[in-house]
């Protein structure tokens, strides 16, 4: 009995002795657990917080990529809505028979124009017609002769002769290509347009948004060769008038803008060539350089169009080159369109129908010496309508330009 007791004693002693080293290893697991939990919440967190500051650090070098990839799907809404409109320019600039499409003016890619030619009445011999050489914008880069369809398809319609320039864009070409590209255009329209029916002598140059720019440059560069000397295949002084619509004339000012608006620092250099090059593309100051006096005076008259409410570049770019090309003695006028942005005046006011104060003022600038063309415009039936008002309305206020 005594030994039987002992060894009940014995077994609770090993008995108890097991249940302290099992609680012991347990307190060990559970603590090894825990570490091992917080060493990997700690692992997560690190990894979360480089994960996270590598995302920031790509959306802070990339977030113009961003804002790119913002203003394509204000793009594809914008076009949305103005696609009815669309549909039937396109359609009148593949089948009209006043249209002549891709005319080869040099042989660089992309040397082509398009003539918009007004159709002669009764089988008539028309006298010669005005003609306006059109370079239309696409920032540098998007720019391409059908842009000018709407506003071509307009002055068609009221005798004057229309030559959209297509050109080099960006990474095809920079900002010396464009204007060699601008100036090989107007040499071919001074030479071969009478055998389209246009005057040689009654030639005028237009340029929309970065068009503006690229004909502003060429015509500074044509007057700086002509006064400089050299020989040249077109005059300066023989353009009747410039237009300027919704155009950038001072690179300087307008950079850093242009960088909040989507257009990289580094692209918009590359366009132009390096900083080092911004002033010879800035019209605004190279017209202001004592050593091109002489050139100044061979410029053209000058009228400036823009819109107040433009966002893609402000209405004070081209007030500012006007209050220049005045001061160094160059005829000029600012024509400002209040609460108009920078695709109002040149896609929604003319797929409005009815009367389109830009090509009201331009055909008055034009035909101001014809009282017979001025009569016949006063007389001209109106437009007809191409999309409704409520989704240009929606359009205006999607437009990512």
Known sequence: MLLKEDCNKEGKKHSFLFRRTSQATAVTNLNRQRHSLCHNVGDAVAVTFQAVRFCFTILRYLWVGYQWIARFISLGCYVVLIFPGVLQVAYYYVYSNQVRRSIKYGDQPRNSLDLYVP???????????????????????????????????????????????DYRNFP???????????????SFVFNNIAEYGGDPKRIYVMGQSAGAHIGACTLVEQAMKEGGGE?????????????????????????????????HRSIFSSIMEGEESLERFSPEVMVQDPKIKDAASLLPPFTLFHGTADYSIPSHASKSFAEVLERVGVKVEAVEYTGKTHTDLFVQDPMRGGKHQLVEDLIFIIHQNDTEALARNAMAPRTRRLVPEFMLNLAQRVSPF
């Open 172 to 186: 095809q070409g920079s900002m010396s290509d464009m204007i060699k590209d601008a100036s090989q255009g107007i």
């Open 119 to 165: 159709q002669s009445r009764d089988g008539q011999n028309p006298d010669p017609k005005p003609v306006v050489v059109l370079v239309t914008g696409g920032a540098w880069i998007i720019g391409y002769k059908a842009w000018g369809s709407l506003l071509g398809s307009h002055l068609c319609d009221r005798d004057i002769i229309v030559a959209c320039l």
């Open 231 to 263: 020989r040249v295949s077109w005059s300066a002084s023989n353009i009747k008038a410039f237009f300027g619509l919704s155009g950038v004339y001072n690179l300087y000012n307008l950079k850093d803008y242009f960088h909040s608006r989507g257009l």
